[in-house]
């Protein structure tokens, strides 16, 4: 049977689905604005180079490299003195005698 | 006359033995004592003046003179023996240094691993060796293996100094790589101190003169490298040419090693 006077469908359902959309956009929106706020405030990223910080870092760096040219000099001279050692060595074994007696 | 008087018997039995028996016992005495003379200076002369000396603490040198004199099969074998013992004695204890050598070094522990291994079968080949000597008794299957201690192994005049050469080539390896790495560090440095108002010009030509020895360390490494590597204990000639020709660049090496000190002591100061 064919309605005369067919029922208004209900936009309720399509008025919630825009809201639904709304929120998850402002949610968004403000989630990326806080987050770029807390990266420029230096707040809650900890690893983040402050002006201050920076010549502590060069001041170590430039301890590090002279703490380092110390070791490696030292290593170098010990290395030398070991030189002399082994080529002393390879002299006095070359003295011996190492030849098979006559018998 | 003697008959009926027993007194007199007694009287003349004493005199028989003082008369007679005493002075024949003597000479009795004198001529063994004179026998055992002439038997001793009979071995002596047999078999050399060391005849009564202990074998046991002879050195190699004097086993063999002893071996050479000795008229005694049984002393023979044993002076060989204690010649063959003090071979062996003297080789493992160069070996023993230069397994300390190579644990002390401040080498890569593979190169470490590899060259201990090298030591490590020498001592078994030449303990093997002291082993067949000392269960052998037919004199020329000792004399054998006597040279072989020498021609197999040859430990003073090739393996020990191709294991020396081969710890300072690892050794010097190891250090120019840390100055080649220390390199960066020095030139930042200088432009750091440069900047601060510091004259650098004694740090830049150090840094320039350690680059330069740097690249006279490294030819040199490569030639002894090669050199100590190809040695063999089987080709004696050519070891002996290898052993000098690398032994000269370690000492190019090692004097370049030294002007790089002083260039770093001049950066240090700086």
Do not use: C, W
């Not at chain 2, 027993?6 to 024949?24: A, M």
């Amino acid at each position: 049977m064919v309605e005369l006077y067919p029922r208004k469908k209900s936009k309720k359902p399509m008025l919630f689905l825009v809201l639904f959309v709304a929120l998850v956009i402002v949610s968004i929106v403000y989630y990326l604005t806080h987050n770029k706020n807390s990266s420029e405030s230096g707040v809650d990223n900890l690893e983040t180079v402050t002006p201050e910080n920076q010549p502590d870092d060069e001041e170590e760096a430039t301890v590090n490299s002279v703490d380092q040219i110390e070791q490696t000099l030292k290593d170098s001279q010990d290395s030398f003195s070991a030189l002399e050692d082994d080529l002393k060595n390879i002299e006095v074994y070359q003295a011996e005698n190492d030849s098979a007696p006559s018998i | 006359m003697l008959k009926n008087n027993p007194t007199k018997i007694i009287n003349f039995v004493s005199v028989f033995f003082l008369v007679f028996l005493i002075p024949v016992s003597v000479y009795a005495e004198e001529d063994m004592a004179e026998a055992e003379r002439q038997a001793a200076e009979k071995n002596a002369t047999s078999s050399g003046s060391a005849a009564l000396i202990d074998i046991s603490t002879l050195s190699a040198d004097q086993a063999i003179a002893e071996y050479n004199q000795s008229g005694t099969g049984d002393r023979k074998i044993e002076a060989l023996k204690q010649a063959a013992k003090k071979y062996v004695e003297s080789r493992l204890a160069t070996l023993e240094a230069l397994k300390s050598a190579i644990e002390a070094a401040n080498i890569e522990s593979a190169k470490k691993n590899v060259l201990s291994v090298e030591v490590q079968n020498r001592v078994s080949a030449i303990n093997l060796l002291r082993e067949e000597i000392q269960n052998q008794n037919e004199i020329d299957q000792i004399k054998s293996r006597i040279r072989l201690i020498f021609s197999e192994n040859k430990i003073y005049s090739i393996f020990a100094p191709k294991i020396r050469g081969e710890i300072a080539v690892a050794r010097l390896s190891s250090i120019a790589g840390k100055i080649e790495d220390l390199k960066p560090k020095i030139n930042s440095l200088l432009l750091e101190k440069k900047n601060a108002g510091v004259d650098t010009t004694s740090g830049q030509s150090a840094l320039s003169g350690i680059e330069n020895q740097l690249k006279t360390i490294n030819d040199s490494l490569r030639i002894a490298n090669d050199r100590f590597s190809a040695i063999t204990l089987t080709n004696a000639t050519a070891a002996k040419i290898y052993i000098s020709d690398g032994r000269e660049a370690l000492i190019k090496a090692k004097n370049a090693l030294g002007e790089i000190n002083k260039y770093l002591a001049v950066i240090n100061n700086l």
